[in-house]
């Protein structure tokens, strides 16, 4: 799966700072993200159309007041929405992490290369033609359509002489997100109704969710992230080259396996839940390599802990912005998103991974 791309850069161009230097940056970047995290689910909590003071919200976690509108609205709508932020943006954070190191593509993303359009396609399959209607039903044709998706865009962005550079990936999924969207969209034509509960969802949103479909996607993408903290380590033999990496008895089939099962689990249960929401699986991995470097051990921990705040801020900004109406978070990540990846293909020179 090499797309020749280095994934790390020459030695002489790496970090000098001091070995306990690194790692002291390294624990400083893991504690930000914690309470950056931590800041990001309060304040989701308390602001909205009606903001919530902090010790009626503590009231409502812990002595829940049915007849309290406040408690009602913090334990039945933002309580659900914030985790299902924390888990999704977990989970599409580090399925892009994944997804760019197997590939050696920094310009890989779950939703660039078509792996959340495949997922929601085959939702939209489910709900609009076999007339399924609850998370419980369409899960499983989510991580289908995650698992089909990929493996159509690296078919596609392999077929040729250079075989899967970074730009033909990209392309390609570009190409089937279209192609899936048009097709999708002319299946929700055929039953508005039954799309019309599924509106916010189709573009990428985590409002209006229960504690029920947090509940059912927790599980998998529990395990997803536990099997991606687990392919960390490989991953770094296989950023030296797929030769060397089995030189070092890294198992590639073994690891490339448990990638395409981790970043399944991961982009199908959380499109299933929260949408198709883009550029997360971009942007957070790169950024986060700022302070980590190239090990994917730090990669991976680093982005479950900033890519739910990205998708938190970017819900609690959607709130704020034309409250009392609101914005999709999967708009304010295109916003955001779709400049980074410009930006990252007009480079010369891809950034190691």
């Given amino acids: ?49 009606r903001p919530v003071a902090a010790d009626v919200a503590l009231q409502a976690l812990f002595g829940f007041d049915p007849t309290s509108v406040e408690h ?8 659900p929405r914030t985790l299902l932020g924390l888990l999704a943006g977990s989970a599409f954070g580090v399925s892009g992490a994944l997804i760019q190191a ?66 033909r990936l990209v392309l390609a999924g570009v190409a089937l997100s279209a192609v899936l969207s048009g097709i999708g969209s002319s299946i929700t034509l055929l039953d508005p109704q039954a799309f019309e509960q599924m509106r916010h969802w189709s573009i990428g949103s985590i409002a209006g969710r229960d504690m029920h479909i947090v509940a059912v996607v927790a599980p998998m993408i529990g395990a997803g992230l536990l099997l991606a903290l687990a392919l960390a380590r490989p991953l770094n033999a296989v950023a030296l080259g797929d030769e060397l990496a089995s030189t070092l008895g890294a198992g590639l089939g073994r690891t490339r396996i448990g990638v395409a099962i981790a970043v399944t689990l991961l982009a199908g249960g959380a499109t299933a839940a929260a949408g198709p929401v883009g550029f997360i699986g971009l942007m957070v991995p790169h950024a986060v390599r700022w302070f980590s470097g190239p090990d994917q051990r730090w990669i991976v921990a680093l982005t479950a802990l900033f890519s739910p705040s990205l998708i938190l801020a970017a819900d609690i900004a959607g709130r704020l912005l034309i409250a009392p109406d609101e914005l999709e978070a999967g708009i304010l990540t295109a916003l955001i998103g779709a400049p980074v990846l410009i930006l990252l293909a007009r480079r010369r020179k891809a950034t190691g991974l």
Avoid at 72 to 79: E, F, G, K, M
Avoid at 112 to 126: D, E, Q, S, Y
């Fill in 72 to 79: 009602v609205i913090i334990r039945d709508y933002r309580l």
């Fill in 1 to 49: 799966m090499s797309t020749g791309v280095p994934l790390s850069p020459p030695a002489t161009t790496r970090c000098r700072l001091p070995a306990r230097s690194r790692d002291r940056t390294k624990f400083l970047a893991l504690l930000a993200g914690a309470v950056l995290l931590i800041v990001a689910m309060a304040t989701s909590l308390l602001l909205g159309a």
């Fill in 102 to 167: 197997a590939t050696r593509n920094p310009l890989a993303d779950p939703g660039i290369l078509g792996v959340n359009a495949g997922a929601a396609f085959f939702v939209i399959v489910a709900v609009g033609i076999l007339g399924l209607r609850t998370i419980d039903a369409y899960l499983g044709f989510a991580m289908l359509g995650a698992v089909v998706a990929t493996a159509v865009v690296y078919a596609v962005g392999a077929n040729g002489r250079e075989g899967a550079t970074p730009m």
